[in-house]
Every structure is written in structure tokens, then in C-alpha cells.
């Protein structure tokens, strides 16, 4: 039997001989002097900051020749109207970039035909590293909501680490979470059709992304009930849609917020706020529900400060010492960015910042979920040698900002003694722990950003079960960091440190076992950083990028470790990876393992999978002759296309075509099938003339391809 190495697949194979590293592209979409030396037949032709765009529409129900931007409209999404002339926070100057738009013509202006049915418009901030869709609809059907869901591709052959925000994030070598999905729920209010929506969703740096390809997908899905409640958020809303178009209690502040799957019922939710005072509002709210009592006010108070300079031009370029109180104002947050703007003098700029919950409760269902439409891409920055022009980003560049390559290593040290209360008759242990983090961190930064790193510094967060009544644990552990829904954990950190001075900072904790067995102890431990990151050729009023995240460590062996605090003075310079540790990493088995690449297994996987092959070949031998058979072959439009395989068991049985690009076009069956001959008949009749590869797929990993074409005759 031969495996499927169509066109693309090949593409993601020769890859992993001559990969080389993902320097940028040197693309840009902005207006009227886009560039794209790599695919010139993409260069941007939208303008995106324009105040209005021409329209072609197909629809019976609706029309209109034009449509004014989110930007420049007060209706619906009042959180981007700003009646000010100015700057608005849509400009490439911004950070913002092109990945895909439809609003009914090509890239030459001419009118499509028919035109389009789905307005919308993709745009990318690559210093905040978000990316949002604006969509509109056009009929006047009685769906009063939706569902926004960015994953990837089911036939994708590999996936990046850009979707990890939708769950705990993890640095790049940790085995890759299955089935990554963003998912945003809005309300459309009562004023349809014509009235544009969005989405945002914020992305993680892959480093390994332009080795391989891969695919991304945005589903719009519509629905006349949907209810979505969110525990420990930071606005601790409820979203609800119900009957009639008539929200029932909505978000009040604009926000855009994304959760994971809805259906995994705990998942973290991601918000983003239309200025710092809306995020600052959130904060309070969470504030009143987790922090301790004695702490609440001191957290406002450092919050209303933060919500004075985060919007200012100079916002961190004098450094993160410069505002004491940033790192309690973020602490109830796993993910926090914002910053990277752009303004004439020392004036206010808008923002929007966007945090992740550090663990969120999710309740609720959708009812009467229709498909809407979905709309394919290359995931921005991957290998695009075989992807259509329709499937080529017009932004192809890497996305995010800055990720850890390598997972914190903790060593560990725990010493326990035991006395006499005299006032209790109970014997009380004492528990001293000490950390140390044993190797520089091994970081990346997106060189597509046009960031550079201005500093970092980095904190322990240790997480344990119940609220100590006595206060913060003893030691370094001191400050109150926030709360775990999941586990009713409760979590301290301790101060930031440069990170250069982190491999020689010890940290120490110390709790008491209480007499009645409820007492705080560390069950889990991370390490949380605050990246500085200065724009490249920025200038005094350009804002600084603010970006925070928080991951978990692994435990190394504490042989030979230094218990003794020798901090260097100056702190040590510690650099990003350099290029050729990142591009062995990337080729290696660490990172070329499943789940992450579904179609091309890492090496320590490759026997498991040929022995189980194997298998089938034999258990085929011994009932019948090998059979696969397309009949006709050359076939016209207008003919079915016959198909007969051999199936030594009861199997699952899955018919995909492919066109010569490698893209998927269609699935034409995926059933499960008994053993024997089995035979099944497919329609052609809406491919076009030409060459197409018919891939049969049957149980695991046993995959046959024959090649057929498509004629007139």
C-alpha cells in the first residue's frame, strides 16, 4: 500500500530536511504602500482605515453599495466609535495588519459575481498580538446570536502552539493539548441586518511556525438561544440571548471575551475592554469576589493608578520599576497585554487591554446552532509553497510576540521538624521549602513583531488548597496573587526579579500544619513574567508593550545546587535562543511529536504506527487480494465515480479528494463499514476539469491514494 504524500504533505515533509529559520517576510499591508515580495499577486489592495468601503452583495433581503467601518459608525459597536477626528486603533502605524477580508470584490477592485453574502475583514495587531474579525449579516432570519470559533483545521497537518491562550499556556516543548478552540459568544441586539460584529482572540509566538504548514479556520455559527455563564471572571457577567432578538443581560462595557470549548464545561476565559478604565472596572470586580479582606482596598487603589498611565504615550518606556504597582495590578491575571500605540505628543492614547482569567468556571448551551459559514486560511508566517492564493494570508508573517521555547526547570529542597504546642497538647509540623530556578530561561521573541526586548522580570507563584486564616504564608511567598475555581486553590508569589539574577535568587516558604487538617500548602508552582517590550524605532510617543503570562515549571534534580543566595550585581544579560538552538529544537522530537503534527508522526511514534499497519496489511493477506479500484478513470463531470477497497475488519472507512495543490476538497464519505468489499459511489459533478488525487483512509494510519481526471467529455 502506498501512503499519501500529495502535494502538500510533500511540501511539510521536505521541510524537515532544509527548514530554515522564520526571519520575517517583509510584509506589510498598510494602504497604499503595501509590500509582499514573497506572493506579489497578494499585495494588499483594502483599504482597512478607510471610513467606508465599497460593497457587492448577493442577497435578496438586503442592498447597499457601500458599508461604513466599525471605526467611523456609531451603531452597534460603539467600544471602536470615536467621535474625536484622529487617529483611530485601526492603523498599521498601530500595529495592525491584513489577514483576510470579503466584502465582495477581487484584489484588483472588479466585482465578484455573484458578490458575497458574508461581509467580514481579519486584522492582526502584531504588537499586542490579537487577532480580530469584523463581521456583518445580511438577511433578516430570526438568529439573535452567535458563535465566533477560531481552531484549526481538521485536515490541517500540523498545529502551532498560536492557540495555546485557550488553554493554560505551557512553553513550546510540553506535549501538545489536543483540540485547541476559541470560542466567542455575542448577542446581535435588536437592529438586524447591516450592522457589523466582532470577535477578538489572542495568540501565543510559535517559533517553529514557518517549518510547516498548517491551517486555521473561523466558523460563524448562528442560534436563537444561547446562555453562557462565566464564574470568576473578571466582570463575573452572564451572557444571554432569547427569544426575539431581545438580550436579557448582555455585557454592559462592550467587551469582546472568548472562552475554550464550550462544551468542556471549565475552561479560561479571555476578555478584552475597550480602555483601561474598562479593564480596571473588571478588576475591582474580581477584586471584591477573591482578594483577602485587608488587601481589597490597596488592590483598587493600585488598579486606579495603573488605569492613569496605561493609556498614556509614555506608557513603560522608563521601565517596570517606574510604576511600582504594576505587577498587583495585573496579579489576579494568567495573561495580560496591552500597549504599542502611537500618538502626536504626550497626549492619552486609546488602548484595549486583554486579560485571561487564571481559571474560570463555564456553564451553559447553545440552542439551534446553524452553520453559518467558515472561512479557511494558511495559518499566517507557515509554509504557504502549495497553499491558493485564496488561501494565502495577506499577512503572512508569524504571529504572537514572545514564548518561552523550553519549560521552567525548579529544583526543590523541603525540610519538616516537629514540636510540642503546650497550649493545644498537639504536636505541630513546621515546613520550610526552598526554590531555585536552575537554568536561564530559554525565550523567543517574534522577530515580525518589530519588538524588541527592553526587560524582564520574573516571579514564583506557588498555589495551595484553602485560605491560610493566619495570612500569606511565611517567607518570600508574600503577596496575594489570586484564585483557582477548579481546585478552590488559593495563590501567592513572591517578588519580581530581574531575569538575569533569577538563577541565583532562593526563595523560601514556610507554612504550619494546622491542628484540624485544613491548612495551606504549595501543590502547584509557576513561574510568571513581565516582558517589557520596547517598539523598534519608536520614538517619545510611542507606547511600550506590556505583556504578562504565567507558566507551569518541571522539577529537575537538585544535585549540586547552591542553596546560598549569591546574586550577581549587575544582574546577568540573558538573550533570546539563538537561531540554531531554535532550529534544532523545531526539527527535533521534542516539538515533531503528536498530537501536534496528526499526519506526520515524530519518530518515537513511527513504530507503534507501522507495526499496527503491519498488522492490517497481514490480517488482509490472509482473507483476500489487496483491491483498490476508481472506475471511471479518466471521468467526466457528469458521471459517478465508482470506488472499491478491501477491508480485512470492521472498520471506519473515510474518502477524501484533493485537488493538485494538496487542499482538501471535499469528504465524500466517512462511515464505519464492515469487513469485506466494500464499494460506494461518489458525485463529482461540482469539481472542475482537471487533475485531483482520491485518498481512502481506513482504520489507523493506513492510507491509499490513487490519482484520477476530471474531463469534459
Known amino acids: 500500500m502506498r501512503k499519501f504524500y500529495c502535494s502538500l504533505l510533500c511540501t511539510l515533509l521536505s521541510t524537515l530536511t532544509y527548514a530554515q529559520l522564520c526571519a520575517p517576510n517583509g510584509i506589510t499591508t498598510t494602504p497604499g504602500s503595501a509590500v509582499n515580495p514573497q506572493r506579489p499577486s497578494k499585495v494588499n489592495t483594502f483599504n482597512y482605515a478607510a471610513p467606508s468601503w465599497p460593497l457587492n452583495i448577493s442577497s435578496n433581503q438586503v442592498s447597499a453599495t457601500s458599508i461604513p467601518s466599525p471605526f467611523f459608525n456609531t451603531d452597534n459597536l460603539s467600544q471602536f466609535y470615536d467621535p474625536i477626528p484622529g487617529p483611530k486603533d485601526i492603523l498599521p502605524e498601530n500595529g495592525w495588519e491584513l489577514i483576510k477580508r470579503d466584502l465582495g470584490f477581487n484584489d484588483q477592485g472588479v466585482a465578484n459575481n455573484p458578490g458575497t453574502t458574508f461581509p467580514y475583514f481579519i486584522v492582526y495587531n502584531k504588537y499586542r498580538s490579537v487577532l480580530r474579525i469584523f463581521f456583518a449579516k445580511l438577511d433578516f432570519n430570526s438568529f439573535n446570536g452567535c458563535n465566533v470559533i477560531l481552531k484549526f483545521d481538521a485536515f490541517s497537518p500540523m498545529k502551532t502552539s498560536v492557540l495555546d491562550l485557550s488553554k493554560e499556556v505551557k512553553a513550546v516543548d510540553v506535549i501538545f493539548d489536543t483540540d485547541k478552540t476559541f470560542t466567542t459568544v455575542a448577542a446581535f441586539g435588536s437592529t438586524l441586518p447591516f450592522k457589523w460584529f466582532y470577535a477578538d482572540f489572542p495568540l501565543m509566538y510559535d517559533p517553529c511556525t514557518c517549518l510547516y504548514a498548517s491551517k486555521l479556520n473561523i466558523e460563524v455559527w448562528f442560534s436563537n438561544t444561547s446562555k453562557v455563564t462565566l464564574e470568576g471572571t473578571s466582570t463575573g457577567r452572564i451572557e444571554t440571548i432569547i427569544d426575539q432578538g431581545r438580550p436579557v443581560n448582555g455585557s454592559s462595557d462592550n467587551s469582546s471575551y472568548s472562552v475554550g470549548k464550550l462544551t468542556e464545561g471549565a475552561k479560561k476565559a479571555t476578555d478584552s475592554y475597550k480602555s483601561a478604565v474598562g479593564f480596571i472596572n473588571g478588576f475591582k470586580t474580581k477584586v471584591d469576589k477573591y482578594a483577602p479582606q485587608q488587601e481589597k482596598q490597596n488592590k483598587k487603589d493600585l488598579a486606579d493608578q495603573l488605569a492613569q498611565v496605561v493609556g498614556k504615550s509614555g506608557f513603560l518606556r522608563a521601565g517596570l520599576n ?323 477497497c478491501s477491508l480485512a475488519n470492521e472498520q471506519s472507512v473515510r474518502i477524501s479528494i484533493y485537488n493538485l495543490l494538496g487542499e482538501l476538497i471535499a469528504v465524500p464519505f466517512n462511515q464505519h463499514v464492515d469487513s469485506g468489499l466494500f464499494e460506494t459511489k461518489i458525485d463529482i459533478s461540482n469539481l472542475q476539469i482537471g487533475v485531483y488525487f482520491i485518498s481512502i483512509e481506513k482504520g489507523l494510519g493506513v492510507r491509499e491514494t490513487k490519482r484520477f481526471l476530471v474531463t469534459n467529455n
Open 322 to 644: 517606574s510604576i511600582p504597582f504594576i505587577s498587583s495590578a495585573v496579579s489576579l491575571f494568567d495573561f495580560f497585554t496591552s500597549g504599542g500605540t502611537q500618538a502626536s505628543g504626550p497626549i492619552d492614547v486609546n488602548v484595549m487591554p486583554m486579560s485571561i482569567d487564571m481559571f474560570t468556571k463555564l456553564k451553559g448551551d447553545i440552542q439551534n446552532n446553524t452553520p453559518y459559514t467558515t472561512i479557511g486560511f494558511r495559518t499566517p508566517g507557515s509554509d504557504v509553497s502549495g497553499a491558493s492564493d485564496n488561501d494565502y494570508p495577506y499577512y503572512n508573517e508569524v504571529l504572537g510576540t514572545f514564548n518561552l521555547m523550553l519549560s521552567p526547570k525548579l529544583t526543590n529542597l523541603v525540610t519538616r521538624t516537629q514540636e510540642f504546642d503546650e497550649v493545644t497538647f498537639n504536636i505541630i509540623t513546621r515546613t520550610q521549602e526552598l526554590y531555585k530556578i536552575k537554568e536561564d530561561l530559554s525565550y523567543v521573541l517574534n522577530p515580525a513583531s518589530g519588538l524588541e526586548i527592553q526587560e524582564i522580570k520574573v516571579a514564583l507563584v506557588a498555589e495551595g488548597s484553602f485560605f491560610p486564616d493566619y495570612g500569606s504564608p511565611n517567607g518570600d511567598f508574600a503577596y496575594f496573587e489570586g484564585y483557582n475555581e477548579l481546585t478552590n486553590g488559593y495563590a501567592f508569589r513572591t517578588d519580581y526579579v530581574d531575569v538575569g539574577c533569577l538563577t541565583d535568587q532562593v526563595f523560601q516558604i514556610s507554612y504550619t500544619d494546622e491542628p484540624n487538617g485544613v491548612n495551606w500548602a504549595p501543590t502547584l508552582v509557576y513561574a510568571k513574567l513581565m516582558v517589557n517590550l520596547r517598539r523598534i524605532n519608536s520614538n517619545a510617543d510611542t507606547q511600550n508593550v506590556l505583556f504578562v503570562s504565567k507558566y507551569p515549571v518541571t522539577y529537575a534534580s537538585n544535585s549540586g545546587v547552591d542553596w546560598n543566595t549569591s546574586q550577581s550585581s549587575p544582574c546577568r544579560t540573558i538573550t533570546a535562543a539563538n537561531p540554531t538552538v531554535v532550529d534544532n529544537f523545531c526539527k527535533s522530537s521534542i516539538y515533531k511529536r503528536q498530537p501536534r503534527f496528526p499526519f506526520v508522526r515524530a519518530e518515537e511514534y513511527d513504530d507503534a504506527v507501522k507495526k499496527l499497519q503491519e498488522s492490517e496489511r497481514k490480517n488482509l493477506a490472509k482473507n483476500e487480494k489487496e483491491i483498490f479500484e476508481l472506475s471511471p478513470n479518466p471521468a467526466s463531470a457528469k458521471e459517478m465515480v465508482s470506488i472499491k
